[in-house]
């Protein structure tokens, strides 16, 4: 009885001891399964933070070649731009510079062209003019101005125009018969002149009718405004208009 109750006490030692062993070998599991996901866990958090930075690294790199690219494209243009407006510049100041050189070498050639370019535009084309005339100086198409072609005797006409073409001078005669001035146009050499009808004394004579139907004339003759396509004479048309004596009959 006293054996089988020390070998009952001996089991019971040896089955709590083997329970003690079998608590420390589960909890020694249990601590070897929490270091090792913890381990896991880290390793992976490691791993995460390493892609974020080298995503968020590559990003960087990848827009700061976008802005460069950029950069360098703007660049570009602006050089383009500037190169561009030097290329006009440089053209118009050759062009200028041409023009002044022309210039300068016509009035070495002929020095009194600008001069007489000034000239005021009272005489239009075709029209005649009494300046840069000397009084005895013949004009074309027989044209004088002093009394050697007018007559003392009323039989004097006013030359309002000449022109090659008798086809321009049918507005201004129609612009003088609106005004209560009849004209003719006769023919002398290759040129048509429009004429007064009515015949004056000397033109050149203040106190005689042929000197008032004179500035008369050329009062309505700076009104005239030429219909489109023919010779407008000038921008004060007729300021050149003179005395003749009748030469047809």
Known sequence: MARNTRRMALYEAISQSRKKQAGRESRRQKIVRLRSGFLRKRKEGSKSAKTSVFRSGRGRSTRTGAQRLKTRIGLSYMTALLIALGLIVIVLAGIK???????SGQEAVNPGAVGN???SGNEGIGTDSTQNRSPSEPVENGRQENDSFVSSSGQNVIVIASYGKEADLIPVQTHFAEQGIATEIRSLGDNYLLV???RYGNPNRRDSDGYAALQRIKEIGATY???SDYEPFGSRPFQDAYGRKVWWE
């Open 97 to 103: 510079l041409g023009q002044f050189i022309n210039r």
């Open 225 to 227: 405004k030429a219909p």
């Open 117 to 119: 370019s000034n000239i």
């Open 196 to 198: 007064t009808r009515q």
